[in-house]
């Protein structure tokens, strides 16, 4: 568990993703924050251009629609992706879910990763098996309301001196 977890949506600086648009944002955002960022891992995260809405118990398959930002955005979504000549690595895909503003993560946050196949990241090693865990309902039964939307997620090494 990592304490030096920068909170964008309390300072405002989240995009329609509820994440940073880039890691210079991120860097200043940890900088205000006072938070430690040596040896800390930066993430990027790439967001599935559909999204499925449920009450929690039940998800209808065919529900998908197009991605939605959230609305609590405090920053114009402008995302910049990492620089080529940065190092990054897929290690899956989660599910997370959306109300107001990205929530968390019903893989970890509800233990649906005990029912799921998951890799040692709690996550989804293909975006199929994350769309096909909705599809089966393995988010149903009294899991988390709210919007879903699935992100890839990948560690980023950022070059020396960027």
């Given amino acids: 568990m990592n304490d030096n977890v920068v909170d964008l949506q ?3 600086l989240h995009n ?3 994440v940073a648009n880039d890691v210079p944002s991120l860097l200043q ?5 006072g938070a430690n960022t040596v040896d800390s891992k930066l993430f990027y995260y790439e967001a599935y251009e559909q999204e499925i809405e449920t009450d929690g118990w039940s998800i209808d398959p065919s529900g998908w629609r197009p991605l939605t930002a959230a609305p609590s955005a405090g920053v114009e979504t402008a995302v910049v992706p990492p620089e ?3 190092l990054t690595a897929l290690i899956g895909y989660d599910v997370v879910v959306f109300g107001d503003y990205l929530e968390h993560s019903p893989l970890s946050c509800n233990s649906i990763a005990g029912e799921a196949k998951v890799n040692a990241h709690c996550l ?4 199929e098996e994350a769309q096909a865990a909705i599809a089966n309902g393995v988010f149903g039964g009294g ?3 709210g919007v879903y939307q699935i ?6 090494e950022v070059e020396a001196g960027a």
Avoid: I, K, P, Y
């Fill in 124 to 127: 989804f090693e293909t975006l």
């Fill in 143 to 145: 899991c988390e309301d």
């Fill in 10 to 12: 309390t300072a405002w």
């Fill in 84 to 86: 080529a000549s940065w």
């Fill in 29 to 33: 955002a940890a900088s205000d924050a």
């Fill in 151 to 156: 992100f890839s997620v990948s560690t980023v």
């Fill in 16 to 18: 329609g993703f509820g």
